[in-house]
């Protein structure tokens, strides 16, 4: 790809995130966080399948990143704000967020290094992707059966 083609597609991800993060902080306000997290953790698993079996014409593989981005990726920076403070109430939020946000940079720190290495091994991006949309598929399980922020006293 050229320099041209690579500068398009990163305005456009800017500015699917940008609108993302409004939409999901609009999901967020409106339907609640499991519903958010259900949304989210979707979309970038559908996102993930996709692009490990892509085949198709160019407009499907940017929908498919583009419905990860709208809906996934913001969660992780509106996503974690919002379950410190249904989870220990908005009195403590402020200690606990800045550890949240620290935890949260570890993914993004270790992911280029898996997906490198991952390639390097097998030759192919599709199995580790597959393997995340599982670990996706795991979170939404585990959101509809376990999740329970109740951290808060009463």
Same mark, same amino acid.
């Given at each position: 790809? $050229?320099?041209a083609?690579a500068s398009?597609c990163?305005?456009?991800?800017?500015?699917?995130m940008?609108a993302? #993060?409004?939409? @999901?902080g609009?999901i967020l306000d409106?339907?609640?966080? #499991?519903?958010?997290?259900?949304?989210?953790?979707?979309?970038t698993?559908?996102? =993930?399948v996709? +692009?490990?079996?892509f085949?198709?014409?160019?407009?499907?593989?940017?929908f498919?990143?583009?419905?990860?981005?709208?809906f996934g990726?913001?969660?992780? $920076?509106v996503?974690?704000?919002?379950? $410190?403070?249904e989870?220990?109430?908005?009195?403590?939020?402020?200690?606990?967020?800045?550890?949240?946000?620290?935890? =949260? $940079?570890?993914g993004?720190?270790i992911?280029p290094? +898996?997906?490198?290495?991952?390639?390097?091994?097998?030759?192919?991006y599709?199995p580790l992707?597959?393997a995340?949309?599982?670990i996706?598929? @795991?979170?939404?399980?585990?959101?509809?059966r @376990?999740? #329970?922020?109740?951290? #808060?006293?009463e």
């Amino acid at each position: 790809y $050229t320099a041209a083609f690579a500068s398009l597609c990163a305005a456009i991800e800017n500015a699917v995130m940008a609108a993302g #993060k409004i939409a @999901v902080g609009r999901i967020l306000d409106k339907k609640g966080l #499991k519903t958010a997290l259900y949304l989210s953790y979707s979309a970038t698993a559908i996102s =993930m399948v996709g +692009l490990a079996f892509f085949r198709a014409p160019l407009p499907l593989f940017l929908f498919l990143i583009n419905l990860g981005l709208f809906f996934g990726c913001p969660l992780g $920076t509106v996503g974690g704000v919002a379950a $410190t403070k249904e989870a220990a109430g908005e009195e403590n939020m402020q200690e606990l967020v800045g550890i949240f946000a620290c935890c =949260m $940079t570890i993914g993004p720190m270790i992911m280029p290094i +898996l997906l490198g290495n991952a390639y390097d091994f097998l030759g192919s991006y599709s199995p580790l992707l597959l393997a995340l949309a599982a670990i996706q598929a @795991v979170y939404i399980f585990f959101i509809s059966r @376990v999740f #329970k922020l109740q951290l #808060k006293e009463e």
